[in-house]
């Protein structure tokens, strides 16, 4: 196995997780602004949450593609933004920043 296949299957079990948190949401009709993500959220810290993409180098983070960020993921609800932040499926919803990152990035069709 290798550490690719190991991010995969990690996103996969975040994505169905958030996938099924954002089903439940939808289903009671209100949503009020998410609850951002932490920094020290330990979901985030595995796959590498970060909230300035701008900040991380090929050296610091060997995954990250330069230019990418939040905003450019399909994984951001940029319709339920609020200042500067929206849900993430990839964290149950959670809020991240528009203009951060993480491992589990998959870039819009
Ligand atoms: Fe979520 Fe995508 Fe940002 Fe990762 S890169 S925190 S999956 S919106």
């Not at 289903?27 to 979901?43: E, G, I």
């Not at 300035?52 to 230019?67: I, Q, R, S």
Request: proline fraction near 6%; glycine fraction near 10%; charged fraction near 20%.
């Amino acid at each position: 196995m290798t550490p690719t296949d190991t991010s995969r299957r990690r996103f996969l079990q975040l994505a169905a997780t958030g996938v099924a948190c954002f089903s439940l949401g939808n289903s009671m009709n209100a949503w009020a602004a998410a609850p951002r993500l932490a920094v020290d959220d330990p979901q985030g810290k595995a796959l590498g949450y970060v909230e300035d993409a701008a900040k991380l180098t090929a050296a610091k983070e060997p995954a990250y593609k330069k230019g990418t960020t939040c905003a450019g993921c399909a994984l951001y609800d940029a319709s339920k933004a609020e200042g500067g932040y929206a849900p993430c499926l990839a964290f149950s919803g959670k809020a991240v920043n528009a203009k951060g990152w993480c491992r589990a990035f998959a870039p819009k069709a």
